[in-house]
């Protein structure tokens, strides 16, 4: 990825100074990048960048760590880097170094990463909360640990040591929650991608065909893009649909099911995630129609719940209830929708939650609750809606012809001022429109 350009430095920059304000005077940030990890003997999986360290700074390299000291009178932007090695770099490629760190990304100092350890203490005196996240470091946590425990033997004799150490969640991750206009810029893009993304894999989409060549086209229509999975595509045929987390992608497709996909494209380590689910020979079977009906309803009314003010359960609460209708209706389940909803029935068809926050991670962070109480939508947030109803084969109870029969509709929906805005309606959902693109074969 290319260094960033100007407007892109000034955004990185106004993250900085906000998570600064947040933190106050005597705060201190600790932002390990991500390391890269070992596929097999010598070989490295594609290498993904910490989502807050590249959020803070933009910067693509491993073993590197980022620290926001505010007043710091050598600057407040320091960043730790890989140190420039002529040998190194024609085996794995260029790195910035500490002069590019400068140059190229607006630190204010910066260092070899071997220095950290000796300026750890200097950092961390005088600090009281440190905004570093224990546990999800294992080669910076004893550091630091042993760092306090010296400056909390030097503090008998004058040098504050730290009080409080913060996991991210209530700074940096409340702002992550809402998306800037340069964020939901690329978030648009990967969500307008992936949807076509989709359509190339409906239109590709053959009985007989397999589950791997579909997710091929998906794959191809990414990478032509400058884009990558944001998590593991599942593309399953007729009952496969109904694991949920299915990634084999490996069986051969059969006339008469139906192909449930759930793939997104990440663009600059923001990742769209869209499921659809169609017939592999392009016409939905009655039995299919009547479930999908109920699953697009059910998604239908849950985006439009997607405003601000209201609670952010609400998506789930009315997707639950229209669902747990659908199943009555279709004879899954007996009785009065809210008992069974209250004693949890409707699990045994739907066992997964309606939606999650959307952005550099595909399950991005930002709380859900606060206080104990779900929180209320705000403007540039951006969430899932993927209601689904899996009827597992040789359901006891159930009619036959619903049997193995799963079905997931997932778009990823904005929350604006105003209406709820679907980025990802590039791909069609009605049945008519599916059947349509389809026949266009
Ligand atoms: N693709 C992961 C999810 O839908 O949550
Ligand atoms: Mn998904
Ligand atoms: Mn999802």
């Given at each position: 990825m290319p260094a960033p350009a100007a407007a892109e430095l000034a955004e990185y920059a106004a993250r900085r100074a906000a998570l600064i304000k947040a933190m106050g005077p005597d705060g201190l940030a600790i932002i390990p990048s991500a390391r890269e990890v070992i596929r097999n003997r010598d070989s490295h999986y594609r290498f993904r960048q910490d989502s807050d360290f590249l959020y803070l700074s933009g910067f693509q390299e491993p073993d590197s760590v980022l620290v926001l000291a505010p007043?710091?009178?050598?600057?407040e932007f320091l960043m730790f880097v890989r140190a420039r090695d002529a040998a190194r770099e024609i085996w794995d490629g260029r790195r910035a170094g500490p002069e590019g760190a400068v140059s190229q990304y607006g630190a204010d100092q910066a260092f070899v990463i071997d220095e950290l350890d000796k300026q750890l203490q200097g950092l961390l005196s005088g600090r009281r909360r440190v905004f570093y996240t224990f546990g999800e470091h294992p080669e910076w946590d004893p550091k630091i640990a042993a760092v306090v425990r010296e400056i909390r033997e030097v503090s008998r004799r004058g040098a504050a040591a730290p009080t409080d150490f913060v996991a991210?969640?209530?700074t940096l991750h409340e702002q992550r929650l809402i998306k800037t206009e340069a964020e939901l810029k690329l978030i648009r893009h990967a969500c307008q991608v992936t949807a076509g993304a989709h359509v190339r894999a409906m239109q590709a989409t053959q009985p007989g065909g397999w589950e791997w060549a579909v997710a091929a086209e998906i794959h191809h229509e990414f990478e032509r893009h400058d884009m990558q999975c944001g998590y593991g595509s599942i593309v399953g045929g007729g009952e496969n649909a109904c694991i949920l987390h299915y990634k084999e992608n490996e069986s051969q497709l059969n006339n008469g099911d139906l192909l449930l996909i759930d793939a997104g494209g990440e663009y600059r380590g923001y990742t769209a995630d869209i499921t659809r689910t169609f017939p592999i020979n392009g016409r939905y079977s009655g039995a299919q129609k009547e479930v999908y009906e109920v699953v697009l309803a059910a998604q239908l009314a849950a985006i439009a719940t997607l405003t601000a003010g209201n609670a952010s359960s609400r998506p789930h609460e009315v997707a639950t209830k229209a669902l747990t209708e659908g199943m009555v209706a279709l004879g899954l389940l007996e009785g009065d929708v809210d008992t069974l909803i209250a004693e949890g029935k409707h699990r045994q068809f739907y066992m997964h939650g309606t939606g999650h926050w959307l952005g550099l991670?595909?399950?991005?962070?930002?709380?859900?609750?606060?206080d104990g109480v779900a929180r209320n939508f705000e403007p540039g947030m951006v969430m899932t809606v993927e209601p689904g109803l899996y009827i597992a084969p040789g359901t006891e109870g159930v009619d036959p012809r619903f049997h193995g029969i799963g079905i997931r509709i997932e778009d990823d929906v904005l929350v604006t001022g105003g209406a709820p805005e679907v980025l990802t309606s590039g791909v069609p959902k009605a049945v008519a429109e599916v059947e349509a693109l389809m026949a266009g074969r």
């Open positions: 007043g710091n009178q050598d600057g991210l969640e209530t991670d595909v399950h991005d962070v930002g709380r859900y609750k606060l």
